[in-house]
């Protein structure tokens, strides 16, 4: 798909459609500022949805209500599996090392 490239201002005018619109069309979008500083905004991942009309509906109770039972059932399933504090002494002192890998982005 070709790169659309667009002005600040008509982002900043319309940034809910510009938004829409890369994660629709998977497109990707250079936005260009008036001093020629640029900006590529592209989707990170795919985004399935089967029914559009479900983003907009509000979950059911049902729903609800196994989304709650699921959390409470997870609450607390990894006690007795990890000695918590042993593995945050464990991530101070690895802060610490000077060996560490450079963060990359």
Same mark, same amino acid.
């Given at each position: 798909?070709?790169?659309?490239?667009?002005?600040?201002?008509?982002?900043?005018?319309?940034?809910?459609?510009?938004?829409?619109?890369?994660?629709?069309?998977?497109?990707?979008?250079?936005?260009?500022?008036?001093?020629? +500083?640029? $900006?590529?905004?592209?989707?990170?991942?795919?985004?399935?949805? %089967?029914?559009?009309?479900?983003?907009? *509906? /509000? @979950?059911?109770?049902?729903?609800?209500?196994?989304?709650?039972?699921?959390?409470?059932?997870?609450?607390?399933?990894?006690? +007795?599996? $990890?000695?918590?504090?042993?593995?945050?002494?464990?991530?101070? %002192?690895?802060?610490?090392?000077?060996? *560490? /890998? @450079?963060?990359?982005?």
């Amino acid at each position: 798909m070709a790169t659309r490239r667009i002005g600040l201002a008509e982002l900043v005018a319309n940034a809910a459609d510009v938004f829409s619109d890369v994660l629709r069309d998977r497109a990707t979008v250079v936005i260009e500022d008036e001093h020629g +500083g640029q $900006v590529m905004m592209t989707p990170v991942r795919p985004r399935v949805v %089967e029914d559009p009309e479900e983003i907009k *509906r /509000p @979950p059911t109770p049902e729903e609800v209500e196994r989304t709650l039972e699921g959390i409470n059932r997870a609450a607390g399933s990894w006690k +007795g599996l $990890v000695d918590a504090e042993a593995f945050k002494a464990y991530i101070r %002192e690895r802060r610490r090392t000077k060996n *560490r /890998p @450079p963060v990359r982005f």
